[in-house]
């Protein structure tokens, strides 16, 4: 059994969305011979050498699984693409390149975050070509941590007003984009993320049924698509509330006391 995820987006701020994903390395993720991370696992990274505590905490719980057995395989989304070697060894997983063809099922399926479907984005393009130029991310690594954290706060404000002012098609891919790429890499699976709209498209390209699998984030639920011998199957699961061991009426008492 395979597991595929995307689009955590964890950091401390969001203990629920960390809970979840520990549990799911602790459980599910335990009886997958493989896990795969498609894109923004991260909501922000600066550099395998400015890890917060809490980015630590998240690469020793990768270890683990790995360290148990499993194989953890992680690409790097347009939050995150400052991952590098270092923390990817520390945390016992391989880096994919994006876009990648791995065998799923005995069938050829290709693997990408998704942010470069998004084709009509013409600025997110062009930014995106420059910021992982190799020499632009060498000059990135070898700035001061204090200037990559301003650095990543404005880039993060300036996409969140950016996405905001798009309409809604331009930040979904390019319909026309799918089929070209997928007969480049020869497949009738496409697997990716980043959209935040998760679900299963069927396509026709050319005689062959294919179809394009879209990952969920992790924002109000979690998910996660499995892929075994009943085929690839997309689900969604609830977050355990984080004061789950506190009596769950306390708080609704309070509320229609007051
Ligand atoms: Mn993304």
Redesign the pocket.
Known sequence: MILLI??LHLEEERPDITRAFLDLLAGRARAAESLYIL??FFEAWIGDDAMSPFQRSICEALRQLSDSGTHIFLMH???DFMIGRAFCKAAGCTLLRDPSVVQMNGEPVLLM???SLCTRDESYIRMRRILRNPLTLWVLRNLPKSTRYKLARKLRNESQVHTRMKTNDIVDVTPEEVPKVMTQYGVRTLIH??THRPAIHKLQIGADAARRIVLGDWDKQGWALQVDEQGFALSAFEFVPLDASLPATASDASKSAG
């Open positions: 995307s689009d894109g923004d989304g347009n939050r975050h998704g942010d993320g980043h």
